[in-house]
């Protein structure tokens, strides 16, 4: 079982920068998404961004520009910083870990942590 542990977030000023990290403990295998989604109060989940194991990224449309996701792979670690921040941004921010170990896919969901910015 892997489990997810973020850290990083909190509140911030409109226009400030955060950074949210994200480890797995675990072997999460080679083949492998991760990334952060989102859910703001009265919204439904949406992802933010996602890399693989390869290297891709996607990012939502919103946070193009301003937010940039890596990975330390020898660390199974996702980060996430956003910069520009607006209170559009508020949500709480979950990580997750996608993918096959073997022949077994998995998908994992951290706690979530809150980012609030203030105007």
């Known amino acids: 079982q892997v489990q997810l542990k973020e850290s990083g977030g909190g509140l911030v000023q409109a226009g400030g920068s955060l950074m949210l990290s994200c480890a797995a403990s675990g072997s999460i295998g080679l083949s492998n998404a991760m990334g952060w989604y989102r859910r703001a109060p009265g919204k439904q989940r949406e992802l933010v961004a996602r890399i693989t194991s390869g290297g891709s990224t996607n990012y939502a449309d919103s946070v193009k520009g301003r937010f940039t996701i890596s990975r330390d792979s020898g660390k199974n670690t996702v980060y996430l910083q956003m910069s520009s921040l607006t209170p559009e941004d508020t949500a709480v921010y979950s990580c997750?870990?996608?993918?096959?170990?073997?022949?077994?896919?998995?998908?994992?969901w951290g706690q979530g942590t809150q980012v609030t910015v203030s105007s």
């Open positions: 997750n870990a996608n993918g096959y170990y073997g022949l077994s896919y998995y998908n994992y």
